[in-house]
């Protein structure tokens, strides 16, 4: 792993780790940034579809719930939160 990813150790549980490991040694063929449908209770929903030359795809959803966690807290508003998909090295 690159030093420039700044991590802390292995994920909290490993519920992703079986399908991130099935795409080591595929080839992608396509990627596409999409918003999707709105759900309930999740803000600023969109995905990044990965499709490989098996015909597979990995969807990435970058839908987060910072308005529920805003009306709770208050103290910040949903503009502030962002998430971010990152290359590297830069």
């Known amino acids: 792993m690159s030093s420039t990813i700044d991590t802390a ?3 909290a549980n490993d519920t992703f780790t079986k ?6 040694g595929k080839t992608i063929q396509s990627v ?3 918003q999707a449908k709105p759900r309930k209770g999740v803000h600023r929903t969109e995905i990044l579809i990965i499709g490989f030359t098996d015909e597979t ?3 990435v959803d970058t839908g987060t719930n910072v308005h529920n966690v805003s009306g709770e807290h208050g103290d910040f ?9 990152r290359c590297f090295p830069d």
């Not at 399908?19 to 080591?24: C, G, K, L, S, W």
């Not at 508003?77 to 998909?85: G, H, I, T, W």
């Open 19 to 24: 399908t991130f490991e099935t795409i080591v």
């Open 9 to 11: 150790g292995q994920p």
């Open 32 to 34: 596409e940034h999409l």
């Open 57 to 59: 795809k990995l969807t």
């Open 77 to 85: 508003e949903e503009s502030e939160v962002d998430v971010y998909l």
